[in-house]
């Protein structure tokens, strides 16, 4: 059964840059047939797409956070990693990695990781 | 301001059926793939059923979906206090390139 967890920082000053990693285990990440992403849900409120990565490096990302996201995967380690830079109070969330399920028809998002809330704050 | 509307909030008996709307337009729901997540307080959202109702294992068939142009709706029946929970629909937008996703609706099962 694939797993994921998220891991990094849980507090990020305001300006600086949050990094996390997902760590896979149970599946290699290193499929074409596979894309990887990142969900964030800042509390209280609803779910918002970050950005996916495929194994090939393509990446998707948010139009509205696009100028401060990047994300990699590091096959060596079985791993991806997220990182959104200059950070402000809007920006603390739970931050989740996930992988879809892909058929003929469509993906729906049906693994994810546990989640870590990363707060933002001086 | 999510992409996909939702209502906020809805509320049935247990027993009773409830249904979801989740509204877009024709880059998103009209074109992809729309898929709805079950999520408690504290956890990670489940996905629970997709278009074509295909519904991971698990998941009972008291979850069901439909789409009509730019909406799509989830229909739960027979609905138990443990259903009680938020619930977000979530597509492909082919214009913004972006995966986007409902406000999300709270279920309360009075």
């Known amino acids: 059964q694939l797993q994921l967890q998220e891991s990094g920082p849980g507090l990020v000053k305001p300006s600086e840059t949050l990094s996390l990693t997902c760590t896979v285990s149970?599946?290699?990440?290193?499929?074409?047939?596979?894309?990887w992403g990142w969900i964030r849900q800042p509390p209280g409120k609803g779910l918002e797409w970050i950005g996916s990565i495929y194994y090939s490096g393509t990446t998707y990302y948010n139009p509205s956070l696009k100028s401060r996201v990047t994300t990699s995967i590091d096959t060596s380690k079985n791993q991806f990693s997220l990182k959104l830079s200059s950070v402000t109070a809007a920006d603390m969330a739970v931050y989740y990695c996930?992988?879809?399920?892909?058929?003929?028809?469509?993906?729906?998002?049906?693994?994810w990781g546990q989640g870590t809330l990363v707060t933002v704050s001086s | 301001q999510s992409v996909l509307t939702q209502p906020p909030s809805v509320s049935a008996a247990p027993g009773q059926k409830v249904t979801i709307s989740c509204s877009g337009s024709s880059s998103n729901i009209g074109s992809n793939y729309v898929s709805w997540y079950q999520q408690f307080p504290g956890t990670a959202p489940k996905v629970l059923i997709s278009d074509n109702n295909e519904r991971p294992s698990g998941i009972p068939d008291r979850f069901s979906v439909s789409k009509t142009g730019t909406s799509a709706t989830l229909g739960i029946t027979g609905l138990q206090t443990g259903d009680e929970a938020d619930y977000y629909c979530a597509t492909w937008d082919s214009s913004l390139s972006a995966w986007v996703f409902g406000g999300g609706t709270k279920l309360t099962v009075l």
């Open positions: 996930a992988r879809p399920h892909c058929s003929s028809s469509g993906c729906f998002w049906n693994y």
């Open positions: 149970g599946g290699s990440i290193s499929s074409s047939s596979f894309y």
